[in-house]
T-cell receptor
Framework: GENVEQHPSTLSVQEGDSAVIKCTYS??????FPWYKQELGKRPQLIID?????GEKKDQRIAVTLNKTAKHFSLHITETQPEDSAVYFC????????????FGKGTRLSVIA | EAGVAQSPRYKIIEKRQSVAFWCNPI?????LYWYQQILGQGPKLLIQ????????DSQLPKDRFSAERLKGVDSTLKIQPAKLEDSAVYLC?????????FGEGSWLTVV
């Protein structure tokens, strides 16, 4: 089955700097790659997603890139703000038979003002 | 649009006791999931339903966990008997297509 590795597990950046979180996946049939943000005590919320027919997607300060050949995808947050501090999860799935999402272990992002 | 509803939000039980969690998905979402999230980890799929049928329950510890979605809408997840390692947040989610929407979760502490 699918296996998702996520790095780093913790990340501290200064306010205004960029943050990059990377994930790799194992199942070449996976074709859907969402990113979720989870604040303390809250539910995971979808912030951006990408499908395998697209290499990059951007939404304001957030972008995701996908390299299907290498089986890795990344989340980029520019001009970070204190409210970006949270745990971010990547996931992969949606392959043959609509396989369910498998999540990475998460990255705790701290934006220091 | 109402989100995924879950109850109870918090539950503390002793080991070997039983507990049940309830979920009401977003209206019209045929697919419903139960995920277990242990503190400091990502959500792990326990079971996936498509309408009232089970699609994937390969990671559900069937000796103690059970789940049902009898009428293809609401779902319940039961743990009996509970173990200390079952302490986690149980997240219900629903989807139409690939995008999954999570509920606020049911926090379980087993003492």
């Amino acid at each position: 089955g699918e296996n998702v590795e996520q790095h780093p597990s913790t990340l501290s950046v200064q306010e205004g700097d960029s943050a990059v979180i990377k994930c790799t996946y194992s199942d070449s049939a996976s074709n859907y790659f969402p990113w979720y943000k989870q604040e303390l005590g809250k539910r995971p919320q979808l912030i951006i997603d990408i499908r395998s027919n697209v290499g990059e997607k951007k939404d304001q300060r957030i972008a995701v890139t996908l390299n299907k050949t290498a089986k890795h995808f990344s989340l980029h947050i520019t001009e970070t703000q204190p409210e970006d501090s949270a745990v971010y999860f990547c996931a992969a799935g949606g392959g043959s038979g609509n396989t369910p999402l498998v999540f990475g272990k998460g990255t705790r992002l701290s934006v220091i003002a | 649009e109402a989100g995924v509803a879950q109850s109870p939000r918090y539950k503390i039980i002793e080991k070997r006791q039983s507990v049940a969690f309830w979920c009401n998905p977003i209206s019209g979402h045929a697919t419903l999931y139960w995920y277990q999230q242990i503190l400091g980890q990502g959500p792990k799929l326990l079971i996936q339903f498509q309408n009232n049928g089970v699609v994937d329950d390969s990671q559900l510890p069937k000796d103690r966990f059970s789940a049902e979605r009898l009428k293809g809408v609401d779902s319940t997840l039961k743990i009996q008997p509970a173990k200390l390692e079952d302490s986690a947040v149980y997240l219900c989610a629903s989807s139409t297509g690939n995008t999954i929407y999570f509920g606020e979760g049911s926090w379980l502490t087993v003492v």
